[in-house]
């Protein structure tokens, strides 16, 4: 079945620490993004890829890395920068980058839950 | 920014009530999308009315636009346990990313 992996499900971090979280499809989608859900809230976007070894910087980007070097994977790395990384951590694709003039659908991974001690 | 914002927040309905949700957005848009999360899971998309539509039907899903008004709402209709989640609408602009509301609470009780 064709979908998006998120891992780990859940995380914990100590202060100071970076941690990487992972972001796999085989939907062979181009675009890929990163957003973060905080508890009762919507969605905010961190960071997107249009297109491998291209990325761009959502509204919240800071504390934040990603890299795109393979069209399948799209990992996220809270670095010690971000200040208040405890959050919900989604992944999701579409076939047509943001910014097309037609439909963006996205199809989102299960989440990976971040908390740090 | 958040360009689209639900109303209400919480909803809670018994078993074969019908179940109305609304999403409010400030600047023109492209298409307008409805997802839904179960507790501690991903997004799963429901619908998607384009700014040149102005009613969608899915199963048990209506979805209209107005966009002199900038709105949109979200029946669902005879709903069931199964249906409790957060309901989420997204707008995207012509060129712009696609932006989520905050979402709206759904408690079905049986």
């Known amino acids: 079945d064709g979908g998006i992996t998120q891992s780990p499900k859940y995380l914990f971090r100590k202060e100071g620490q970076n941690v990487t979280l992972s972001c796999e499809q085989n939907?062979?989608?181009?675009?890929m993004y990163w957003y973060r859900q905080d508890p009762g809230q919507g969605l905010r976007l961190i960071y997107y890829?249009?297109?491998?070894?291209?990325?761009q910087k959502g509204d919240i980007a800071e504390g934040y890395s990603v890299s795109r070097e393979k069209k399948e994977s799209f990992p996220l790395t809270v670095t010690s920068a971000q200040k208040n990384p405890t959050a919900f951590y989604l992944c999701?694709?579409?076939?047509?980058?943001?910014?097309?003039?037609?439909?963006?659908?996205?199809?989102f991974g299960a989440g990976s839950r971040l908390t740090v001690l | 920014s958040q360009q689209g914002e639900e109303d209400p927040q919480a909803l809670s309905i018994q078993e074969g009530e019908n179940a109305t949700m609304n999403c409010s957005y400030k600047?023109?848009?492209?298409?307008l999308q409805w997802y839904r999360q179960n507790s501690g899971r991903g997004l799963v998309h429901l619908i998607l009315?384009?700014?040149?539509?102005r009613e969608k039907h899915s199963g048990r899903l209506r979805v209209t636009l107005d966009t002199s008004k900038k709105s949109s709402s979200l029946l669902i209709t005879a709903s069931r346990a199964a249906d409790t989640a957060s309901y989420f609408c997204?707008?995207?602009?012509?060129?712009?990313?696609?932006?989520f509301g905050g979402g709206t609470r759904v408690l079905v009780k049986p």
């Open positions: 999701a694709s579409s076939n047509r980058p943001q910014g097309a003039g037609g439909a963006n659908v996205l199809t």
């Open positions: 939907l062979n989608h181009d675009a």
């Open positions: 890829s249009q297109i491998v070894n291209d990325f």
């Open positions: 600047t023109s848009i492209n298409n």
């Open positions: 009315i384009r700014s040149n539509e």
């Open positions: 997204a707008c995207k602009a012509a060129g712009n990313k696609l932006t």
